[in-house]
């Protein structure tokens, strides 16, 4: 591990809004920063080394499951004790590990509000069992009835305004006028893993998360100026879209080399997600409905 005497001095930094980045291992980092001591962190979202053997440049990505598990516990502890009283913290984790994170995080008396699925296509292709093509996106709050959360900005169209053209969806009592909060199965345009060409993609960065799903977890989970923290930053995902939605940021990383490439990624800012205009990419799995009625756009029936 790196010695804890640098732990708590960021290797890079901006000001307005303040966004840190640190090297080390984050369990040194963790116990070493204030914020985190003092439990003043407004929103985690951790996305570990899911131990797979993967290329982190530095963290050796292959422990044996002991000791995946004890370093597992360890950083969500000091995540929990870092958590403000309105705060909630995500974990991205696979199935391999997704129980045992769950059942930890429960004991450790967070209230577990969603278990969402990041669903992918092009999970990695086998003949011997199903084809993975999800991981676990879960959202626990320190209190669920007292925690940070915004509907609005995460609105998406519903199925029902755009596959059923069901006139309810744009009652005035609804108020919605055709938009819901997205499901807890996510999924769409730009939600894929970032590999190939896609425009998002960071070079000798593995398993990049998609900056509209950091959007859609920073916009829900957090205000303006709240503290966002990162303890895996990897390609700085996080800091980069949590900068832009203006809100202060901390990004731990294991490797000096990831973290000046994820520091380059914050200060040029994100590919997709703007601070003025959220993405509000339609979900529906079907084609629109055959409009019958003379090519009024209001279904026949109700779905
Ligand atoms: C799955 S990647 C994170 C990807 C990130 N969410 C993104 O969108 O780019 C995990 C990252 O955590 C880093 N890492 C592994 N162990 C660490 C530790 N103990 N402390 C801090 N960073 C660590 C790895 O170097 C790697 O960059």
Redesign the pocket.
Known sequence: MPATASAITPAHALKSPETCVYVG???EVLAALPACKQGKVDLIFA???FNWNRA????HDAMPEDDYLQFTYDWLDLCVDALGPTGSMWVNIPDDWAAEIVVHLKQRKLKMVNWCIWHYRFGQNTMGRFINSKVHALYFARDSDKRTWNADPILEPSDRATTYFDPRTHAKKEGRNGMRVPMDVWYGKFWGRIQGNNAERRAN?????PEVYLERVIRACSNENDLVLD????????CTVARELQRRSIG????AA?AKSAFERIKAGPKRVKHAHPTQHVSAIFAPRNVRNGGSQVAQKKC
């Open positions: 291992d984050c369990r996305d570990p080394p982190y440049d530095e963290w960065h593995d398993n990049q998360i303890p895996f930053l990897g390609s700085g995902t996080t731990i990383e294991f490797s990831n």
